[in-house]
C-alpha cells in the first residue's frame, strides 16, 4: 500500500507530545554560516587492507575528515560556506527499522529548508525498491509533521537492504540523474553503508552530480568505530529490553520458582545483550563472542548454565534470568558448521526435505541429537547475506531444554539436591523495533540529519555524518563527515556468517570487544550478578523527569571521542612546531628530534600489517 | 531465599524518583475521624444462588454495604470512629504478582500507624506458605522505603496462591491466633479473595477475632462486578503490552511483509487482549468469548483470519497484527473437550506417555491432526484449578501455521492471488507482569491498603476493599467495604475450566461482556481497524507529562458507578418517604403506591430466578 506512505494520522496524546519536542541544534551547526575544517587524508583502521582499498576506491579512497565548526571559530585554513544554491536530495531508508530513522529525514529537511527554501528534499517510497523504481514523495512539513520523534520506518517504508548488484546500481544512478539530484542519503546500517561506498565511488566514476551520504541508523549497535560512537536506534532498542528483563528479574524474584531464558535482538553482535545486562543485572548472559572467543560447544554452554542453577540452589535459589543474543546460534562452533552445511545443500539446490539426508556424518548425528522444533528452524531458507534466519531460531528453547535434562540427570545421579528446574521463555524481539524513540535517538538522528545537508554543502561524495563525544550534552556534540572507505576492511577469514563479503572491502559488523569498557564492566561483576539477585529496574522509556536524559552505559564507559583525539594531536604537532622554530636552540631541536624519533619509532611497529598486538575495532 | 525479602535493594534513578511519588487519600479518608455509613443488608447478584450462599455462609452473609465518608460529613446514623486502639495485622500476597501490589502494603501501612503508632503490621513472608509457617517480617518505614510504587511482590514474595485445604485454613487459624492478629489482609484475584471469604466464615464459626479483609489485586482484570470497577495491575498491564502492541504495528507497516500473531496473557478472560485492541488498534483480535458465544472450532478461526488477510491482499497489504488471549485454547469447544480428556486421564494415573493412545476416537483424530510442539504442550499438568498451562500453549504458533497452510492451499487453487503469507509470533507474558506499576495502579494499590485498615477499625469480617468512581480524580474516589459473599455465585455448568467449582459458591473470574460497552466500541471500529491500518501508539508508560495520568479504556467507557447508584437509590427512596408522611393527602398517597407498585412489580419479575434476561455482570 504505497499510497499509505507520509500519510497524516491520528496521533495518541504522548505522540502528540512527542511530535511537538524539537531537538537542539550544536552551536557548530547553528546559523547558515557554516566553516568546515579538513583534516588529514584519511587510511583504514587495518593496515594491511589498505593497498586493496585504495585500489578498488580511487576517486574516494584517502579523503580527509571533515569537522563542521561554529561561524565564529577561528580557523585558518577552514572553507567558509555562506551561499546556498537550490539543491535536490534524495533520501532513502535502506536498513532495517529503527527508532530515530524518522528524525534523520526531519533534521535532514529542516537543514535544506532553512538554508534554501527553494531546495527540495524527495523521500523514496518504499525503501531500495522506490528508489529503483524512482518512486518519490516530496517531504514537507505536512508530510514529516506526524512522524517527528516517532519510530517506525513508515513514512516512507523500506523493502530490500540491499544496493548491489549492476542491475540495482545501474537504476539508481539512472534515478538519480532523472531525478536530477545533488544528493542522496542512504540511512542504514553496515550493509546499507558498504554498499553507499561503493555506490559513491561508481557515481564519482561515473561523473554522476549527485554525492552519496550515509547515516548510521541500526538499533543493532554494531555500525560502530573511530568516527561512529553509536548507531541511531541502539540507545531506544536497548531501554525498551531493559524494561522488560528489568519487569521479568522482579517476576523471578517474587514468585522464586522459574528461571527464564530470554533471547534478545541483535544479529551477529551481543552489543544489545551486554548493553541490557548492564542496565538490568540479569543473573547470566552468555555473550556470543566469548562463545567464539573461547569456542564453547553447547554442551559447555549447558554445563555453565546448570553450574549456575546447582549453586544458586545450594543457596536455596531456585529463580534466575539468563540472557541470550539471538547471534548465539552462530557463534557456536558445531552449530555455525552444522549450519554451513546446510547452507552449502541449499546452494547446491537440494530440497528442504532432503538436506538432513546429505549431511556429513558428524552434522547428521548432531542434527538428530537436537530436538525437531530447532531442527526444523535451522532449515529455513537462509537469509540475503547468507545467515541463518537467526529471529526464527529458538535457542532459549534449546538451552532451557538441554539444562533441565542435565539437570534431571545430576538429580538422578544424586549431585544435584535441589528442588524441580523450571523455565520459561520468552524472545524480545520486534517489540523494541518500533518504539518511541529515546530522547538520545530523536536528538541523534536529528542533527545526523542536519550534517548530512552539510556534507552535500561542502560538496562531499563518499562520506558518512557522525557525531561524536556524544556521552556529553548535545551542545558540547562534535559534527563532522568522515570517508565510508575508512571505515572499511577485508576480513581473510571469518567466524560466524557473512563469508560472501571474505576478501572484498566492506563496512563489517563490531563485535563486542573482549578487551572493552562495557565488557570489563560486566566481568567485575557478573560474580554478583549471578549470585545475589541484585537486579535493577530502569523502568520503562521515560520523555520527561527522572531517567529521560539517561544514555547507555556502553556509550557512557567508552571513552571514545576519537575525532576529539585526532584534533587535539594536530594541536600537539603545530605545538611541538611552535616550539621547534628556525632560531631556536641547538638543545631544544636536540631534545624534539630525540623525543620525536622515539615516538615514530613506536607507530611503526605499531601500524605494521605483521603488528600482532593491533585489534581492529 | 527467606532471608533476603523485605531487604532495601539499589535502586535506578527512575525507580528512586517513583519511590518518593506519595498517592492522595481522597478526601473520606483524610485525618482520624472516619465515618461509616452502612447500606442495607446485601444479597448476591444471582437470586438463584441466594439460598445455597445464605445457608453455607450464616455469619458472613447479608451484611451491610459499607460507604467511608468525611469527617464532616453529615448523615445520621453514621457510625463515628475517633478511638483507635493498639492493633496487630497480618498481609499475605496470596494470588499472582500485580503491580501495584506492594502500595496495598504500603497504604495499609501508613494508615495503621497514623492511627496509632504503636500497632503493629507483619507481612507474610514467602506468601500462603510463610502464612501456614508463621513466618513473618515486621513491616517498618526502612523496610517499605524501596518499595514504595515499585512492581512485584519481592517485598515479601508469592508462593501457591491458595487457603483451602482443611490443613491450610487450620495452619492459618493457629497462625492467627499464635500471632494474636486482630486483622488478615489478603492480596490477590478470584480464588484468594474466594479462599478469603470462606476463610472469614470459618474465623466466624471458631470465634476468632481475627477479621479477614479482601483486596482485589489481578492484572487479569478479571475480578470485576457491581462493587469492583476493575482490578489492581489491570491499567499497568494494559499499558505495557499496549506499548509492546503499538510497537508491533508500527514495524508491521514499516516494513510491510508480515503478519505478527501476538498472545497476551490475562487466562480464562480476555479482558487485557481487548484494553489493548482498544489501545492500540491492531488489525484483529479473538477474543475468548466470542469464540465461546459463538461456539467457533479451531478451523472457524483459522478461516476468519485467512479472509482477512485475502481481504488485505486484496488492497495489496500483507502485513497485520493479530491478537490471541491465552484463554482462547479453552474457549475453542473442541480444544477444550480434548483438554478435559487428558486432564481426565492424568486424574486416573496415566502417564503422559500413554494419554494419546487412550483418547477417544474423535479427540485421537484431533490430537494427531495437530503439530507436534501443540501437541506436547496440551499434555503439560494441569494447575492446580484444573485449567491447562494456559502461559505454555502457543495458540498462536498453531494458528499462525494453520492460516499459512489454508492460504497455501488457496493459493494452488487461485482463490488467493496475493503474495506469500510470512507470520512471526510473540508471546507477550511475563515481561508485563513486574512492570513498575502506573500512577492509577499506585494510587488504587494504597488507597485499597489505606481502606482495610478502617474496615478492621470498625469491627467488619469477610470483606472487600473497593473503591468506585474510578475513572474520576482520586480526590472524588469513593472508598467502601462490600461483603465478600454478595460477590459470590454458584455455575451449574461451565464452559471453560474451573469445572472443579461448579455448584460450589464463588468469586468467579469475569469475562469479557459481550453486551458491554468496550466490547460495543471495538465492534463498532473492528471493520476499520481490520481494513485500514489505523494503529495507535500510546508509547511507554509515562510517569511525568503527557499520558501519565491515562486510565484504561475499559474503565472509562463502562459507566459502573454501582455504589454510587445505590446511594443514590436510597435517597429516592427517602425522598418518597419526606413526601407521603403520614398527613399529607389522599392524592399524593395514591399516587405513591401506584407507582410503587409498579415499580415492585418490575423488579420483581427482574430478580426472580427464571428471569432469562438477567445477566450477572
Chains 1, 2 share one sequence.
Not at 520506518?153 to 523493502?159: E, H, P, Q
Request: charged fraction near 20%.
Amino acid at each position: 500500500m504505497d499510497s499509505d506512505y507520509g500519510v497524516p494520522r491520528e496521533l495518541s496524546d504522548l505522540q502528540k507530545k512527542r511530535a511537538e519536542y524539537h531537538p537542539e541544534i550544536p552551536p557548530c551547526l547553528q546559523g547558515t554560516t557554516v566553516r568546515v575544517e579538513f583534516g588529514d587524508r584519511t587510511t583504514t583502521s587495518d593496515p594491511s587492507s589498505d593497498h586493496v582499498i585504495r585500489r578498488l576506491f580511487p576517486h574516494t579512497y584517502g579523503q580527509p575528515l571533515a569537522h563542521f565548526l561554529r561561524a565564529t571559530a577561528k580557523v585558518a585554513d577552514a572553507q567558509i560556506i555562506t551561499e546556498h544554491p537550490i539543491v535536490r536530495v534524495g533520501v532513502v531508508f535502506c536498513g532495517r527499522q529503527s527508532p530515530g530513522g524518522h528524525n534523520v529525514v526531519w533534521g535532514l529537511y529542516n537543514a535544506i529548508k532553512i538554508h534554501n527554501t527553494n531546495s527540495t528534499l524527495l523521500g523514496f517510497v518504499g525503501g531500495t525498491e522506490g528508489l529503483f523504481a524512482q518512486k518519490t514523495l516530496e517531504i514537507t512539513e505536512d508530510v514529516v509533521s506526524t512522524y517527528k520523534n516517532q519510530g517506525g520506518y513508515d513514512l516512507l517504508g523500506r523493502t530490500k537492504d540491499q544496493i548491489r548488484t549492476s542491475e540495482q546500481v545501474n537504476a539508481t544512478l539512472i534515478a538519480c540523474r532523472s531525478l536530477r539530484l545533488d544528493g542522496l542519503v542512504i540511512i542504514g546500517g553496515v550493509t546499507s553503508n558498504t554498499d553507499a561506498a561503493h555506490l559513491a565511488e561508481i557515481f564519482a566514476v561515473a561523473k554522476s552530480p549527485t554525492k552519496v551520504v550515509g547515516v548510521p541508523v541500526t538499533l543493532n549497535g554494531d555500525l560502530k568505530n573511530q568516527f561512529v560512537e553509536t548507531s541511531v536506534g541502539f540507545d531506544t532498542i536497548s531501554k525498551v529490553n531493559s524494561q522488560l528483563i528489568s519487569n521479568v528479574c522482579t517476576d523471578a524474584l517474587s514468585a522464586e520458582k522459574y528461571y527464564y531464558f530470554i533471547r534478545l535482538m541483535g544479529r551477529k553482535a551481543s552489543h544489545v545483550a551486554l548493553e541490557c545486562t548492564l542496565q538490568s543485572h540479569p543473573n547470566l548472559v552468555i555473550l556470543g563472542e566469548e562463545v567464539a572467543a573461547y569456542k564453547l560447544t553447547i554442551f559447555d554452554i549447558t554445563k555453565q548454565i546448570c553450574d549456575a542453577v546447582q549453586a544458586r540452589a545450594e543457596q536455596d535459589k531456585y529463580h534466575g534470568v539468563v540472557l541470550i543474543p539471538e547471534g548465539l546460534v552462530e557463534s557456536i562452533p558445531e552449530l555455525y558448521a552444522l549450519l554451513q552445511e546446510i547452507n552449502v545443500l541449499y546452494k547446491q539446490g537440494v530440497s528442504v526435505d532432503n538436506i538432513s539426508t546429505q549431511l556429513s556424518p558428524w552434522a547428521s548425528a548432531l542434527f538428530e541429537f537436537l530436538p525437531p522444533f530447532i531442527r526444523r528452524q535451522l532449515l529455513l531458507i537462509p537469509e540475503s547475506d547468507d545467515s541463518a534466519q537467526l529471529s526464527q531460531i529458538e535457542m532459549e528453547k534449546l538451552l532451557a531444554q538441554l539444562v533441565e535434562t542435565e539437570i534431571n540427570k545430576r538429580m538422578k545421579e544424586g549431585t544435584y539436591k535441589g528442588k524441580k528446574f523450571n523455565a520459561i521463555c520468552h524472545f524480545f524481539g520486534y517489540q523494541a523495533r518500533g518504539s518511541l524513540p529515546s530522547k538520545f535517538d530523536c536528538d541523534y538522528g536529528y542533527v545526523l540529519g542536519y550534517i548530512c545537508y552539510h556534507i552535500l554543502a561542502a560538496g562531499l561524495n563518499g562520506y558518512m555524518a557522525t557525531i561524536t563525544n556524544l556521552k556529553n550534552p548535545s551542545n558540547k556534540w562534535r559534527c563532522g563527515a568522515a570517508p565510508l572507505t575508512a571505515m572499511m576492511t577485508i576480513k581473510r577469514w571469518a567466524r560466524g556468517p557473512g563469508a560472501s563479503s571474505i576478501g572484498k572491502p566492506a563496512i563489517h559488523p563490531v563485535t563486542v570487544d573482549l578487551k572493552g569498557k562495557a565488557y570489563e564492566l560486566w566481568r567485575q561483576n557478573a560474580a554478583k550478578f549471578l549470585m545475589d539477585d541484585i537486579y535493577r529496574n530502569p523502568g520503562p522509556l521515560q520523555f520527561d523527569g527522572a531517567g529521560c536524559d539517561a544514555k547507555t552505559i556502553t556509550l557512557c564507559v567508552e571513552d571514545q571521542d576519537y575525532m576529539g583525539r585526532i584534533k587535539k594531536l594536530q594541536e600537539y604537532l603545530d605545538k611541538v612546531k611552535s616550539f621547534v622554530k628556525p632560531g631556536c636552540s641547538q638543545d631544544v631541536l636536540k631534545a624534539a628530534l630525540s623525543s620525536m624519533a622515539s615516538v615514530t619509532d613506536v607507530l611503526s611497529v605499531m601500524t605494521s600489517p605483521s603488528f600482532t598486538g593491533h585489534t581492529p575495532m
